[in-house]
């Protein structure tokens, strides 16, 4: 067979054109390096367990929304020892994909001993091939920023609230009546046909005053400084409910929409990953601003009505020191998460079937200055004070209902009380941890009625002792006297109680109970029996209290009480009863009150009726604590009222002691400035007056002169004595009353 002449098929494909199949057909080859990233801190393995690494690995990634295939990661090996080096190279498909990945993992902990460290692969190619020639960089120029603390250096001492009305919010200065006044304000403003409001839902103040947040649909912003700008924002959609922690660290959000990370959503440390994904709950870091860890809301477990419920808020609770944070997964455990990290503390929750509720212990004064003293003298302390915290269950087959102290991090139970025929308990701290009062109703043997008892636990005595206050009545309010022993109860057995009709106000008894250290038990001090108060509300000190009527559409009374009347004489050594210092100093009345609160000195009590509950007479006012009224103000579409908290002091208790000593002098020099201002007040007073009269003067001679010279202009006699620069003289007489006496005849 005869072979065809190769050099003929060569000249037929130099005449035909392959252009537009090459050009349909072509592949390029992607020299592009941007999409590598190198992992290293990753453990280093033999080969069995390299399939297991790689899928954890993967998983990893993939829950900080950087989804990335096992087949896509090289392990490098030592074959010397053949081991792993300790780093991997990754695939991510696309440098976004690498640049999201960097960010998100870049000092992620893996595991309690490996840490990854994240780079991209063209940036350590530059980093080896970088000039080490050293260049001076240049010296920014310092700019001071502000203290978020500037208001405690006011030079008048005075406190911030804040009001939130209609659209606008104000936070206003209060001190005297001469030195109260706006702070800063911001009104709604319209912005490209969009209104610009410092709110949409509601304003809080962090524990200790330092940040003033606000909420709108987009998320949580907090300002503070002197200006008032922005200082962080958490992004967290349709967010409606915040808490802080006690330290200002961290904050928790809370939306009743599940968390839903759309495709075009940012990446970031700061922003939700896919892993969030139907979660309600979020926790932030403050200072960076980076989420730490999200939850969904809990719910009562093969209980129909849990939805129905309300949810408790906090959902998750602090403890003082911002180390630990606690939720409860109700009847089954409470799992506490170390910070910053917020892993799972030991790695597994605290197993307490039946579990409703828990409440972590405060720290007080006598921790602190214990901690401080330790710190100054450097010594460690045998035993270091743990955080603590108490839960109660309810009764579960034969067992009783149970209350427990137990002891955290080292989870060792302190103390236990059984309780029988228990329908709820509820928790109260005192403010410096020395009580715990748990408010026990209990059922009788018919479950017809509710009775009550208080059962009080001893913190700072060996083996916690408990003291029991039976009561007859179903309690509506517990309050402990901040730093003190003392606490007061609303108490009723009004048949309307639990379901009142409108215009029917409940009767309630107010009790103030007191420790008798001679008796070392809890006694009755005094009843106030036939009251319509249902809220209790101390003085941050101590030693004064409110009992007002809230939410009430018939009733709104204040009263202002003063439980240590008679203080002096004691102090003097005079004998006096028991309960006799409780003394009654003032009544008031605001229509429709809605909050009571005291300011943190806790000389001023602030009222307010708020639109969100009715639209009556809306509007706040502030009283002395004697029940003065200093201001008040009658305001359509107001909202919110809240004081702005001060941190502890800083002072020594020496210091605080040496002040208290010295109050007379001090005393001394504000009642002379106080003389000094209503001195400048008068003497402005007095010039305003004068110079009215020395325009009036002016005036008159004005008149007079153009009234001659029209006479004379009219041809008509001018009297002599008529002299336009004559100046009349004005007396003005000042009565002022010394004394009044009314005298009657019989």
Request: with cysteine; hydrophobic share 35%.
């Amino acid at each position: 067979m005869a072979v065809p002449n190769s050099s003929l098929y060569d000249d037929i494909e130099a005449e035909l054109d392959f252009s537009d199949i090459e050009a349909k057909y072509h592949v390029d080859l992607d020299d592009n390096l941007d999409n590598l990233i190198v992992v290293d801190g990753v453990p280093v393995i033999d080969r069995p367990k390299l399939e297991k690494l790689v899928v954890k690995i993967s998983k990893e990634f993939t829950k900080k929304g950087a989804p990335v295939k096992p087949e896509n990661i090289f392990v490098p090996w030592d074959d010397s020892t053949g081991k792993s080096k300790g780093f991997i190279f990754m695939d991510l498909g696309n440098a976004d994909a690498a640049t999201h990945a960097v960010n998100a993992m870049n000092g992620h902990p893996f595991d309690a001993r490996h840490t990854f460290y994240v780079n991209k692969f063209s940036d350590i190619e530059q980093f080896a091939n970088m000039d080490e020639t050293y260049v001076e960089p240049k010296v920014e120029e310092y700019r001071p920023k502000e203290h978020l603390k500037a208001w405690l250096a006011d030079p008048q001492g005075r406190d911030q609230y804040v009001t939130y009305r209609g659209d606008d919010v104000e936070i206003h200065w209060h001190g005297k009546l001469s030195q109260c006044e706006v702070a800063y304000s911001k009104k709604a403003r319209l912005l490209y046909q969009f209104q610009q409001n410092w709110t949409e839902l509601y304003v809080s103040w962090s524990p200790m005053g330092t940040y003033f947040a606000t909420l709108f649909r987009q998320g949580v912003r907090l300002w503070g400084g002197t200006s008032w700008e922005p200082r962080q924002r958490f992004a967290h959609p349709l967010v409606k409910l915040i808490d802080f922690s006690p330290c200002e660290q961290y904050v928790v959000t809370w939306s009743h929409d599940p968390i839903s990370v759309p495709p075009n959503l940012p990446q970031g440390p700061e922003f939700f990953s896919p892993e969030d994904e139907g979660n309600n709950i979020a926790v932030w870091d403050i200072k960076s601003g980076h989420l730490l860890r999200t939850f969904p809301t809990s719910s009562l477990e093969g209980e129909e009505s849990a939805a129905k419920k309300q949810m408790q808020w906090p959902a998750l609770k602090w403890s003082l020191d911002d180390k630990f944070v606690a939720r409860v997964t109700p009847g089954q455990q409470i799992s506490v998460y170390e910070l910053p990290s917020m892993g799972l503390h030991d790695k597994k929750s605290i197993k307490i079937e039946g579990v409703v509720d828990f409440e972590w212990c405060p720290h007080g004064d006598k921790d602190r200055d214990e901690a401080e003293k330790a710190a100054k003298s450097g010594k460690t302390p045998k035993r270091t004070k743990e955080n603590m915290l108490a839960y109660w269950t309810p009764e579960v087959a034969n067992q009783p209902a149970r209350v427990t102290l137990l002891e955290f991090p080292s989870r060792r139970i302190l103390r236990q009380k059984n309780l029988f025929n228990v329908t709820e308990c509820k928790l109260y701290w005192q403010n410096q941890g020395d009580f715990l009062c748990v408010k026990v109703d209990r059922h009788t043997k018919t479950k017809k009625s509710i009775l009550c008892s208080l059962e009080i636990f001893r913190i700072r005595e060996k083996d916690f002792p408990v003291e029991v206050v039976e009561l007859k009545e179903t309690v509506t309010d517990f309050s402990w006297e901040p730093k003190g022993e003392r606490f007061a109860i609303v108490s009723s057995n009004d048949p309307n109680l639990g379901n009142p009709a409108p215009g029917i106000t409940v009767k309630t008894d107010i009790s103030f109970y007191q420790l008798d250290r001679g008796k070392n038990d809890f006694r009755l001090l005094r009843t106030l029996a036939s009251r319509t108060s249902n809220t209790i509300r101390w003085s941050p000190r101590g030693r004064h209290v409110v009992l007002a009527t809230v939410g009430s559409s018939t009733k709104s009374e204040l009263e202002f009480w003063d439980l240590d009347f008679n203080n002096e004489d004691r102090r003097e050594g005079q004998a006096t009863e028991w309960g006799s210092g409780i003394q009654h100093v003032g009544s008031a009345d605001h229509y429709g009150v809605t909050d009571v609160e005291w300011d943190p000195s806790g000389r001023y009590l602030a009222t307010s009726a708020s639109a969100w509950r009715h639209t009556l007479e809306n509007g706040y006012a502030i009283w002395d604590f004697r029940g003065q009224v200093i201001e008040k103000h009658v305001l359509d579409r107001f909202k919110q009222f809240i004081w702005r908290p001060r941190p502890p002091t800083l002072l020594t208790k020496e210091q605080q002691r040496q002040i208290r000593r010295n109050l007379k002098e001090y005393s001394r020099i504000f009642d002379e400035d106080d003389a000094a201002e209503e001195s400048n007040v008068s003497a402005e007073l007095i010039a305003h007056r004068k110079r009215l009269v020395d325009e009036w003067n002016a005036w008159r001679v004005r008149c007079k002169r153009d009234l001659v010279d029209e006479k004379r202009s009219r041809g008509q006699r001018v009297d002599n004595d008529t002299h336009p620069e004559e100046k009349e003289e004005i007396e003005e007489w000042v009565d002022e009353v010394i004394e009044q006496i009314e005298e009657v005849a019989e």
